[in-house]
């Protein structure tokens, strides 16, 4: 229940640690790429083409696009997957 997961966050809260657990739950996308421990992967080749590049004129949609149903959802989509990729780019830059 939502109370449930509220005490368990704020019991949590209390706690100084400088990592929290996060659970990914699938999207139901077939993996383009995988590790070799068979996890999906999400290296920078393979975010790049899941979003292709949402920012052309005119836009240049990956895969990620059709998978979310076009339009406003896709685009928002290859956005948020192209942010994901510029950033891993520009820490490896900085690195």
Do not use: C, W
């Not at 998978?67 to 830059?93: P, Q, R």
Request: glycine share 12%.
């Amino acid at each position: 229940t939502m109370e449930g997961i509220l005490s368990d966050l704020k019991a949590k809260a209390g706690k100084k640690s400088k990592y929290i657990d996060v659970t990914i739950k699938s999207l139901g996308m077939t993996p383009e790429k995988e590790t070799q421990n068979g996890a999906p992967s999400v290296t920078a080749d393979v975010l790049r083409s899941l979003a292709g590049d949402p920012f052309k004129n005119p836009p240049k949609y990956g895969s990620a696009y059709e998978f979310f149903g076009g339009g406003e959802k896709g685009h928002e989509a290859s956005v948020a997957l192209y942010s994901l990729y510029a950033i891993g780019s520009i820490d490896t830059m900085i690195g």
